[in-house]
């Protein structure tokens, strides 16, 4: 059974956030899918199958165009195993506007799957109810705004419960691999990790 | 004066190494072009300015698709500072097939500026006659396709000369960094280092 893994951008997402988590889930054989979350928008567009739709493109922080595989409203939640959230400020803020979002996350959360959140984007759990108990780790400055006194500076990747967080774009390899460790096990990360060159 | 640096993209490259030079050096205020390559279809291909061609997609090794902002044979060589080659197989092999690609090097080349390539990617600039003498380093076995003695397998990034080469995937922050350093200076790599939480 292939492990199901959404990701989600939204206008001004933090791409190398992003593209480690879907290239290295990738390489662990995850079925990642990776879709456009816009402030409830979405809810009145069609999704199309097989045409490429120009509003499925997704702009990152720095002018990066990716074309999402589908919108948020046409995922499957029922088969997902986890969901993760890239930073960048103005992609954490479209996140937090989307009630959506905040739905797929209270189904995900009460059957204990993966919520996993870097950089800004922790604040956006928080927002959205998540994140209220669990110790934490995010972009230093960023705990300052999220009620929770489980703030770790220490950590650059930091499990409690089934909530995961990292801190930012030079820890996103490491929260990638740590990702995988979780979906696919150490054996097939560490092997990922020797392909990547970073064993 | 900004810095012009192109990144070319073409079918099967490797993500993480792409976008690691793009959201770097957009960070370091270099004005990044990202063009798309293909093996001499471009060259049938009418430059729109204002409309999405959906011709300008191009999907990752791991099927991460991005749009390129403009086709290769749109870009203005004269003003570029530098190319950067990111590797995966098949988009190393869909940039040895450019000949319109091999142009562009010569010219850069001849001019003395930046030619970078990390992972696969340096065997393009060896095929494309680049890299017959330099120490240069690229992803561990594809050395031996590289008629040049200089192999060194000890270091994430080498330059001589204006030839700059990186391993993979996780070398690709510490290439993108080297990359900005010559581009911008240390200094300002030093700022865009901290703010990605790398120092």
Redo the contacts between chains.
Sequence with gaps: MAVNVLVVLAKGF???EA??V??VL??ADCNVI?AKVEANVEEKLEFKNDI?D?NL?VE?Q??????ADKFLNAVDCKSLDGIVFPGGWEGTQNLIASSILKEVLEKLNAKGKIIAAICAAPLALFKHGILKEQSFTC??SIEKMIENPHYKADSNVIQEGNVITS?????A?EFAFYLASVFVGKQKTKEI?AE???L
Tied chains: 1, 2.
Excluded: N
Excluded at 167 to 171: D, M, N, V, W, Y
């Design positions: 933090e791409e190398l593209i480690s879907i290239d990738r390489r990776v490429l120009s493109i990152s720095k002018g990066v165009k990716v074309v972009y230093p801190r930012g774009p030079a820890t390899l990790q990547m060159l970073a």
